[in-house]
């Protein structure tokens, strides 16, 4: 691998071009990189069918005798040949041309041979190797010397313009990005006012729906309560009367209570047992003595009495045991009479309820106190007891005597007597026990 550079004559634009067409002849290269001062990018020359083309905006390359060209090469696989003006920026008369080639990085193309590179050479000695006489030429008078430093000076010049002009561009451009991105601010600064107005006046506008649709929500609400609140009434009326029902299908006393009274009844059983046995036993003794001649009185008498005392006692225990299953018929009955008159008060007080709403739904106003006093008396209200129906036989009966006598004479022990009229016997009547 070799690199050679060579300083060369400074030549103008369009010969330095023309020198590198022909190098790329030479090479076999079909196309050459011109870097142009003020490009960002190289331009690039190509060979099609045996012509050079060139970019129309830089087709003045081909005739411009200044020396606007900053970069230019041409190459092939494992050769390039390149000049760079910039290296030599300060040098007012020569550049420097780069010469490289790779014999290993030919890409399969034949290296370049001894006739190649002659021919290289002679045209660099041709367009960019000026000789004595002709380089000498440029400083015989002082005018020529003037007018090669003023052609390089209008160059600067030049450069020095391109690059003002470059700068200025650079500043509208941005200076018209700016302005283009704040009048686009705010334009996007007013479109999101404007969206943000349309989105609250949207917000409120959704909240006035939300709250009439809140607010008819709450009626209907209302509605349904006291709707729910008429149904759930009813079906406790029917939860009522059903249980009502089932205790009238089972209207019977518990399990404990039935229970409790066993001991009642086996007593009873036992001491009737008892004196039925003692009854028989003291009737054979009554007739074993009574049909005994030799019998004496006093015996006789005491088995009497003694017979009959056992059936006192066992008529007394079989009537207060009837009585007291009698009392407990009797309570049984009352609770399902109870039963009954609060089933028929349940549904009385349903109908009171129901009448009561509709006339304030209807009339808007609640129902009179005299009607409703009137359409719910007696309600839930518990009919006296009879006393009477309590008392034994033997007190109604004695109870009777006392009511139809208009004097009563009682003898009391120590020879005195106590009499009542009919007034003092009311009296007596109307006195509870204890007073």
């Known amino acids: 691998m070799g690199s050679h550079q060579i300083t060369v004559h400074k030549v103008a634009d369009q010969l330095l071009v023309k020198f590198f067409k022909e190098v790329a002849q030479a090479i ?17 020359m190509r060979l099609n069918n045996e012509a050079w083309s060139l970019e129309n905006e830089y087709a003045w390359l081909l005739k411009s005798d200044d020396y606007s060209v900053e970069t230019i090469s041409t190459g092939r696989p494992g050769f390039n040949v390149s000049l ?6 300060g040098n007012v008369l020569y550049d420097q041309l780069t010469i490289s080639s790779d014999p290993n990085q030919t890409g399969g193309a034949p290296p370049l041979a001894g006739e190649g590179v002659k021919t290289i050479n002679d045209l660099v000695s041709t367009y960019l190797m000026a000789d004595f006489n002709s380089a000498s030429l440029a400083f015989s008078t002082p005018q020529t010397v003037q007018s090669l430093l003023k052609s390089h000076q209008t160059m600067v010049t030049r450069l020095e313009g391109m690059v003002v002009d470059i700068g200025e561009r650079a500043t509208r451009v941005r200076i018209e990005l700016d302005e283009e991105f704040n009048a686009r601010k705010s334009e996007l600064e007013l479109q999101f006012a ?26 209907r609400a209302k509605l349904l309560d006291d709707r729910n609140n008429t149904h759930a009434r009813r079906a406790l009326h029917e939860q009522f ?10 209207l019977d006393l518990t399990p404990q209570t039935k229970s409790s009274r066993t001991p009642i ?22 007739v074993t003595i009574l049909g005994n001649a030799g019998s004496t009185m006093p015996e006789r ?8 005392t056992a059936s006192l006692g066992f008529l007394g225990v079989i009537s207060w045991y009837l009585r007291w299953l009698n009392r407990w018929f009797e309570r049984l009955a009352d609770a399902e009479f109870q039963l009954k008159q609060f089933e028929l008060d349940i549904n009385r007080a349903q109908w009171v309820v129901e009448t009561a709403f509709e006339w304030k739904i209807t009339q808007d106003a609640p ?8 359409i719910s008396r007696n309600l839930f209200s518990k009919s006296e007891k009879d006393e009477n129906a309590d008392m034994h036989p033997a007190d109604f009966l004695a109870s009777a005597i ?10 009391i022990p120590g020879g005195g007597e106590v009499s009542l009229d009919s007034r003092g016997i009311r009296k007596l009547q109307n006195e509870k026990p204890g007073d």
């Open 241 to 250: 009367k059903t249980r009502l029902a089932d205790r009238f299908k089972n």
């Open 84 to 89: 760079d003006r910039r290296t030599f920026a």
């Open 265 to 286: 009844h086996w007593a009873v059983a036992v001491t009737a047992s008892i004196l039925a046995i003692l009854i028989a036993a003291f009737t054979y003794e009554a």
């Open 28 to 44: 076999g290269s079909t196309q050459i990189a011109i870097g142009v001062i003020g490009s960002t990018q190289s331009v690039p």
């Open 194 to 219: 404007q969206r943000q107005t349309d989105a609250q006046r949207t917000v409120e506008e959704q909240k006035r729906i939300l709250s009439e649709q809140d607010e008819e929500l709450r009626t």
């Open 402 to 411: 006392l009511g139809r006598a208009s004097a009563v004479s009682l003898k």
């Open 367 to 374: 129902i009179p106190d005299p009607l409703l006093e009137n």
């Open 301 to 308: 008498i005491l088995v009497i009495a003694k017979s009959a």
